[in-house]
C-alpha cells in the first residue's frame, strides 16, 4: 500500500477527505483507504463514510433520524442549531438552502436515506470530484486521492491543455486524469441508494448585477464581518496580512475589532517607488492593541525562487509555485508570535472590482452612459479607438469564441483592450511547444467549444467568476502548502456570502474610471480610517519578479534538464534552456512561461513521491 507523504499533514488547515456510501461494497472500498493518521467517520450503520484527514475544530457533524449531515472547513455554525437542521431534513435538495444560509467557507455533507450529497463552495475553493472504484462511487476533495485509488497516470492532453497561457473556461477546471470527473463549484453531487448512480445538481447562482452601490454597501459589510468573525470569534491570536492596500488594510481593521490578537505583517517593496510601506505605517497608526511586524525587504525570496525544492502533493498543476517562497516564508515567524490563523486580503481584487466587459452589454442597454465611462476607460489605459471599438463591436458566442482560439494559438498576444472587453484572454502557446502539444490543446479546445456555455451569458459576469474560480484553483493549493508549513492561511475575500454580495452590485458602481474600488471605499467607511480609503493605487512588485529572473536564471536552467515535459514530447528542452540563459527575454519578462513552469514542477512532485490516498 503506499506510504503517505509527509506533506499530507493533520493539523488544521488542510481537512481532505473521501466519501462513501452507506453500502457493503463501498465499505470494501473504504478499507483500501484505512492506514495509520487516517480518520474515519461512520454512518449509523458502521460504515464508513467519510475517510481522511481533518482536525478537530474543521468539523461539525449532527444526525437524527435517518439523516447524517457533516461541514467540514470555515464555518461557525452552532451544533445545536445543525442538529436541528438535520432532524428536519426530508430531502437532499434542501442541503442547497443550508449552505447558503451560512458564513465561511467549507464542504457540507449529507447522507439520507441511502443517499448521499457532497459539495463544495461556488468560488471553487473547496472542491468536489468522483470516480467509480470497484464498482462503487467514491467522492473526493482531491483528484490525487482518486487517481490514486485508481492507479492511474496523469493525461498527456490534459497536460497540453495545461501548457496554454491562459488555459480558458471549462478546460482549467478538468481533473489531469481520466476516469475521474469534477463537479463544477456551483453543483452538488448526489449519489443514489445503489451507491453508483449520480447525478449534479445546481445549488447556486450569481446574484443579478443589479444593486446600487448604497443599497449593496451595508450588505458587503456584513458579509466581510461575519467571513472575518468567522476565523476570529475563537480569540488568541491571529496574523493578517497588512500591505496597505485596502483589501488587506479591510481584513486588519475587521480583525482588531474581534476578541483574537492581531499581528499584522507587511513586506516592503524592493523597489523604491513601492508605497506599501508608508501606506501601512498610516493604517497601524489607527491600530494601537496591534502589533506590527515589518519584514526585511531584501530577505523576501524573490519569484521563482526554490522551484527544484517543491515537494507538495499537489493535485493539479498551479503558478502559485511561482511565489511560494514568497507566500510561505513569513509564516513560521508568526506562528512563533502566537499565530494560530493567518489571514490575507487575497480575493478583494476579484470580487471588490470587476470586469471591463460589462460595459459591451451596457452599450447597449444604456449607451449615454457607457460611452462616458469607455471614453475614460480610454484614457486610463491607453486603448486605441479601433481596437475599442471592434471589442464592443465583436458578439461572438462564447463557443466561436474559444472556437476561433483554437485556430490561433500561435498568433501574438491579442490587444489588452479585447481581453477586457471580451471574453476573456484568448489562450495562447509560444515557441518551446512542441507541434504534439499544439495538436492535442488545439483538438481539446475545438471539443470543448462545441458544447461549452459561458458561466453567465453576461461576458462581464462571467469574466468575474471565472477569474475568481481561476484564483481559488491557486490558493487552495496554497492553503494546503501554508497548514503543511504549520500556520493554516484564510482568504475571507474569497468566501462565498462575500462573493455574492459583491456580484450583486450594478456594475457601472464597481468599475469606474475615475474611483477605485468604489465597494470596498463604500462598505469600509467607518471601519477603515478615511485615510487609508483614500489610497487609489497598488504594488506590483515588477522588481521583484525581474530579480528574481536575474537571480535564478540557474534554477530555471536547472528545471528543463532531464525536463518530464520533455520526456512527454510536449515541449522544446533546448528552446528552454536556452531562455533560461537570456532573463530578459520575451518569453520570461512576461509571464507567459508561467504554465509550463507549472506543469514541469507538477509532474517532477509527482515523481518525488507517491500519490496520496485521502
Given at each position: 500500500?503506499?506510504?503517505?507523504?509527509?506533506?499530507?499533514?493533520?493539523?488544521?488547515?488542510?481537512?481532505?477527505?473521501?466519501?462513501?456510501?452507506?453500502?457493503?461494497?463501498?465499505?470494501?472500498?473504504?478499507?483500501?483507504?484505512?492506514?495509520?493518521?487516517?480518520?474515519?467517520?461512520?454512518?449509523?450503520?458502521?460504515?464508513?463514510?467519510?475517510?481522511?484527514?481533518?482536525?478537530?475544530?474543521?468539523?461539525?457533524?449532527?444526525?437524527?433520524?435517518?439523516a447524517?449531515?457533516?461541514?467540514?472547513?470555515?464555518?461557525?455554525?452552532?451544533?445545536?442549531?445543525?442538529?436541528?437542521?438535520?432532524?428536519?431534513?426530508?430531502?437532499?435538495?434542501?442541503?442547497?438552502?443550508?449552505?447558503?444560509?451560512?458564513?465561511?467557507?467549507?464542504?457540507?455533507?449529507?447522507?439520507?436515506?441511502?443517499?448521499?450529497?457532497?459539495?463544495?463552495?461556488?468560488?471553487?475553493?473547496?472542491?468536489?470530484?468522483?470516480?467509480?472504484?470497484?464498482?462503487?462511487?467514491?467522492?473526493?476533495t482531491?483528484?490525487?486521492?482518486?487517481?490514486?485509488?485508481?492507479g492511474?497516470?496523469?493525461?498527456?492532453?490534459?497536460?497540453?491543455?495545461?501548457?496554454?497561457?491562459?488555459?480558458p473556461?471549462?478546460?482549467?477546471?478538468?481533473?489531469?486524469?481520466?476516469?475521474?470527473?469534477a463537479?463544477?463549484?456551483?453543483?452538488?453531487?448526489?449519489?443514489?441508494?445503489?451507491?453508483?448512480?449520480?447525478?449534479?445538481?445546481?445549488?447556486?447562482?450569481?446574484?443579478?448585477?443589479?444593486?446600487?452601490?448604497?443599497?449593496?454597501?451595508?450588505?458587503i459589510?456584513?458579509?466581510?464581518?461575519?467571513?472575518?468573525?468567522?476565523?476570529?470569534?475563537?480569540?488568541?491570536?491571529?496574523s493578517?496580512?497588512?500591505?496597505?492596500?485596502?483589501?488587506?488594510?479591510?481584513?486588519?481593521?475587521?480583525?482588531?475589532?474581534?476578541?483574537?490578537?492581531?499581528?499584522?505583517?507587511?513586506?516592503?517593496?524592493?523597489?523604491?517607488?513601492?508605497?506599501?510601506?508608508?501606506?501601512?505605517?498610516?493604517?497601524?497608526?489607527?491600530?494601537?492593541?496591534?502589533?506590527?511586524?515589518?519584514?526585511?525587504?531584501?530577505?523576501?525570496?524573490?519569484?521563482?525562487?526554490?522551484?527544484?525544492?517543491?515537494?507538495?502533493?499537489?493535485?493539479?498543476?498551479?503558478?502559485?509555485?511561482?511565489?511560494?517562497?514568497?507566500?510561505?516564508?513569513?509564516?513560521?515567524?508568526?506562528?512563533?508570535?502566537?499565530?494560530?490563523?493567518?489571514?490575507?486580503?487575497?480575493?478583494?481584487?476579484?470580487?471588490?472590482?470587476?470586469?471591463?466587459?460589462y460595459y459591451?452589454?451596457?452599450?447597449?442597454?444604456?449607451?449615454?452612459?457607457?460611452?462616458?465611462?469607455?471614453?475614460?476607460?480610454?484614457?486610463?489605459?491607453?486603448?486605441?479607438?479601433?481596437?475599442?471599438?471592434?471589442?464592443?463591436?465583436?458578439?461572438?458566442?462564447?463557443?466561436?469564441?474559444?472556437?476561433?482560439?483554437?485556430?490561433?494559438?500561435?498568433?501574438?498576444?491579442?490587444?489588452p483592450?479585447?481581453?477586457?472587453?471580451?471574453?476573456?484572454m484568448a489562450?495562447?502557446?509560444?515557441?518551446?511547444?512542441?507541434?504534439?502539444?499544439?495538436?492535442l490543446?488545439?483538438?481539446?479546445?475545438?471539443?470543448?467549444?462545441?458544447?461549452?456555455?459561458?458561466?453567465?451569458?453576461?461576458?462581464?459576469?462571467?469574466a468575474?467568476?471565472?477569474?475568481?474560480?481561476?484564483?481559488?484553483?491557486?490558493?487552495?493549493?496554497?492553503?494546503?502548502?501554508?497548514?503543511?508549513?504549520?500556520?493554516?492561511?484564510?482568504?475571507?475575500?474569497?468566501?462565498?456570502?462575500?462573493?455574492?454580495?459583491?456580484?450583486?452590485?450594478?456594475?457601472?458602481?464597481?468599475?469606474?474610471?475615475?474611483?477605485?474600488?468604489?465597494?470596498?471605499?463604500?462598505?469600509?467607511?467607518?471601519?477603515?480610517?478615511?485615510?487609508?480609503?483614500?489610497?487609489?493605487?497598488?504594488?506590483?512588485?515588477?522588481?521583484?519578479?525581474?530579480?528574481?529572473?536575474?537571480?535564478h536564471?540557474?534554477?530555471?536552467?536547472?528545471?528543463?534538464?532531464?525536463?518530464?515535459?520533455?520526456?512527454?514530447?510536449?515541449?522544446?528542452?533546448?528552446?528552454?534552456?536556452?531562455l533560461?540563459?537570456?532573463?530578459?527575454?520575451?518569453?520570461?519578462?512576461?509571464?507567459?512561461?508561467?504554465?509550463?513552469?507549472?506543469?514541469?514542477?507538477?509532474?517532477?512532485?509527482?515523481?518525488?513521491?507517491?500519490?496520496?490516498?485521502p
Open positions: 500500500m503506499t506510504e503517505l507523504h509527509e506533506s499530507a499533514g493533520t493539523g488544521p488547515g488542510d481537512a481532505h477527505f473521501a466519501v462513501f456510501s452507506d453500502r457493503a461494497d463501498a465499505a470494501a472500498v473504504a478499507r483500501s483507504f484505512a492506514r495509520d493518521g487516517i480518520r474515519t467517520l461512520t454512518h449509523a450503520s458502521g460504515r464508513p463514510w467519510l475517510v481522511g484527514h481533518w482536525h478537530d475544530d474543521e468539523i461539525l457533524t449532527a444526525r437524527a433520524g435517518g447524517s449531515v457533516a461541514v467540514i472547513g470555515c464555518c461557525p455554525v452552532d451544533g445545536g442549531e445543525l442538529r436541528r437542521r438535520t432532524a428536519r431534513l426530508r430531502d437532499l435538495a434542501e442541503l442547497g438552502p443550508l449552505a447558503r444560509s451560512l458564513p465561511g467557507s467549507f464542504h457540507l455533507v449529507a447522507a439520507l436515506d441511502g443517499r448521499s450529497r457532497v459539495q463544495g463552495t461556488a468560488s471553487g475553493l473547496r472542491l468536489v470530484f468522483h470516480a467509480e472504484i470497484d464498482g462503487a462511487r467514491v467522492a473526493a482531491r483528484a490525487d486521492t482518486l487517481a490514486d485509488a485508481l492511474l497516470t496523469p493525461d498527456v492532453e490534459e497536460l497540453a491543455v495545461r501548457l496554454l497561457w491562459p488555459a473556461y471549462p478546460l482549467f477546471e478538468r481533473p489531469m486524469w481520466r476516469g475521474i470527473t463537479v463544477p463549484p456551483e453543483d452538488a453531487l448526489v449519489v443514489g441508494t445503489d451507491g453508483r448512480t449520480v447525478r449534479h445538481t445546481r445549488w447556486w447562482t450569481p446574484p443579478e448585477p443589479v444593486r446600487p452601490l448604497g443599497e449593496a454597501a451595508p450588505l459589510r456584513e458579509a466581510l464581518k461575519e467571513a472575518v468573525a468567522a476565523r476570529t470569534r475563537q480569540g488568541g491570536v491571529v493578517s496580512d497588512l500591505s496597505g492596500g485596502l483589501d488587506s488594510t479591510s481584513v486588519c481593521f475587521l480583525a482588531d475589532r474581534s476578541p483574537a490578537r492581531v499581528v499584522a505583517g507587511t513586506w516592503p517593496g524592493r523597489d523604491p517607488a513601492d508605497t506599501d510601506l508608508q501606506w501601512a505605517q498610516r493604517a497601524i497608526t489607527h491600530l494601537p492593541d496591534v502589533e506590527h511586524v515589518v519584514w526585511d525587504a531584501d530577505a523576501s525570496p524573490l519569484v521563482y525562487d526554490d522551484l527544484l525544492g517543491i515537494d507538495d502533493l499537489l493535485d493539479e498543476p498551479t503558478i502559485g509555485v511561482m511565489d511560494r517562497s514568497r507566500v510561505l516564508h513569513h509564516l513560521p515567524d508568526l506562528a512563533a508570535r502566537g499565530s494560530r490563523l493567518h489571514l490575507t486580503g487575497i480575493g478583494g481584487d476579484h470580487v471588490a472590482w470587476c470586469s471591463e466587459a459591451h452589454r451596457l452599450l447597449r442597454t444604456s449607451p449615454l452612459f457607457a460611452l462616458r465611462q469607455l471614453r475614460g476607460f480610454r484614457a486610463l489605459w491607453q486603448w486605441p479607438l479601433g481596437g475599442t471599438v471592434r471589442a464592443l463591436a465583436d458578439s461572438r458566442p462564447y463557443g466561436a469564441w474559444l472556437a476561433d482560439a483554437a485556430h490561433r494559438l500561435r498568433d501574438p498576444s491579442p490587444a483592450v479585447a481581453t477586457a472587453l471580451g471574453w476573456g489562450p495562447r502557446l509560444f515557441e518551446w511547444v512542441t507541434p504534439r502539444a499544439e495538436h490543446a488545439r483538438r481539446a479546445l475545438l471539443d470543448a467549444a462545441g458544447t461549452a456555455s459561458p458561466l453567465h451569458p453576461d461576458r462581464g459576469v462571467h468575474d467568476l471565472e477569474q475568481i474560480r481561476s484564483c481559488t484553483r491557486v490558493i487552495r493549493q496554497w492553503d494546503r502548502m501554508a497548514a503543511r508549513a504549520g500556520l493554516p492561511m484564510a482568504s475571507p475575500f474569497l468566501d462565498d456570502r462575500v462573493i455574492e454580495a459583491c456580484l450583486a452590485v450594478r456594475p457601472g458602481d464597481r468599475v469606474s474610471p475615475w474611483r477605485y474600488k468604489p465597494v470596498l471605499g463604500a462598505a469600509m467607511r467607518g471601519i477603515v480610517p478615511e485615510e487609508c480609503l483614500r489610497r487609489s493605487n497598488k504594488a506590483t512588485a515588477s522588481m521583484d519578479a525581474a530579480n528574481g529572473l536575474r537571480d536564471r540557474a534554477e530555471l536552467l536547472a528545471l528543463w534538464e532531464g525536463s518530464r515535459l520533455e520526456e512527454l514530447g510536449l515541449v522544446d528542452g533546448a528552446a528552454l534552456r536556452r533560461a540563459l537570456r532573463p530578459a527575454s520575451r518569453g520570461l519578462s512576461q509571464p507567459f512561461l508561467y504554465s509550463t513552469i507549472a506543469a514541469e514542477v507538477w509532474l517532477r512532485g509527482l515523481a518525488r513521491a507517491p500519490l496520496p490516498r
